[in-house]
């Protein structure tokens, strides 16, 4: 079993910053790749960041130039500092991860989620 625990949601004014983590644990060979989502009332689940091990970040069109999602791979947790914070930043934020254990290879396993608020 892998569980991810996120932490450091929310509330906020505008324009300004919050940091989420999140931390795997359990039965894990390798973290292949770790990622947050965010999913708003009435909207569906969509990527904001993610780091592919190796890789470069990737980053929704909409938070280029205001978030950073950085890992540490000794703690096999990744951040997500998100600055200059807008209303439409207001989601549930999920973390997510692809996780090669012992018995199985690239499974999906997702945080319980954390509420970020930006008020106006």
């Known amino acids: 079993q892998v569980q991810l625990v996120e932490s450091g949601g929310g509330l906020v004014q505008a324009g300004g910053s919050l940091r989420l983590s999140c931390a795997a644990s359990g039965s894990i060979f390798r973290i292949n790749a770790m990622g947050w989502y965010r999913q708003a009332p009435g909207k569906q689940r969509e990527l904001v960041a993610n780091i592919i091990s190796g890789g470069s970040p990737n980053y929704a069109d909409s938070v280029k130039g205001r978030f950073t999602i950085s890992r540490d791979n000794a703690k096999n947790t990744v951040y997500l500092q998100m600055n200059s914070l807008k209303p439409e930043d207001t989601a549930v934020y999920y973390c997510?991860?692809?996780?090669?254990?012992?018995?199985?290879?690239?499974?999906?396993?997702w945080g319980q989620g954390t509420q970020v608020t930006v008020s106006s």
């Open positions: 997510k991860a692809e996780v090669d254990s012992r018995y199985y290879v690239g499974t999906y396993h």
